[in-house]
């Protein structure tokens, strides 16, 4: 199961983002080592607490399924934008409405006192791992 691979990545010390990129990439004949390092800047909402680094990647897993390469391919762009939509939908529905590593974590990791309560309350090994599992899961769910 790519959740399970997915979680194995993250705990193995691979950031959220790489982990759900890494285990569907081959799904996509996409290259580990290129999806690893593609992905590396997601993590962490991006480098600011913003949108989580599992559900950026998992945006990249439905480009790789439903994304378009000609700009007059407009039904496919809405068709990839319509599954992006359903994907975040289902992720808030689950998550009480949150995206952000700042709202799901319930503090700013870029900040002294943010960092520490996420390290003190082990929030990167709890919080972050179920939202790895999570968003892969739902991929999974959802036909990726």
């Known amino acids: 199961m790519k959740a399970q691979d997915a979680k194995d990545l993250f705990e193995s010390g691979l950031e959220c983002s790489q982990a759900i990129l890494g285990a569907f990439c ?3 004949g996409l290259d ?14 991006m480098c600011c607490a913003g949108v989580c680094g599992a559900v950026s990647a998992a945006v990249l897993v439905i480009g790789c399924k439903y994304g378009h390469t000609r700009p007059e391919d407009v039904a496919v762009k809405t068709t990839c934008i319509g599954k992006v939509r359903e994907f975040l939908d289902a992720f808030k529905e689950r998550n009480g409405g ?14 002294p006192e943010g960092y520490q309560k996420a390290t ?13 599992v999570k968003s892969a ?4 769910e959802l036909g990726y």
Do not use: H, P
Not at 123 to 128: D, Q
């Open 98 to 111: 949150r995206i952000s590593c700042r709202d799901i974590l319930e503090c700013d990791i870029f900040t």
């Open 26 to 28: 081959d799904s996509y």
């Open 32 to 45: 580990k080592n290129i999806a690893l390092k593609m992905s590396t800047g997601l993590s962490a909402g």
């Open 137 to 140: 899961t739902l991929l999974e």
């Open 120 to 132: 003190d309350e082990e929030l990167f090994t709890t919080v972050c791992t179920d939202m790895v």
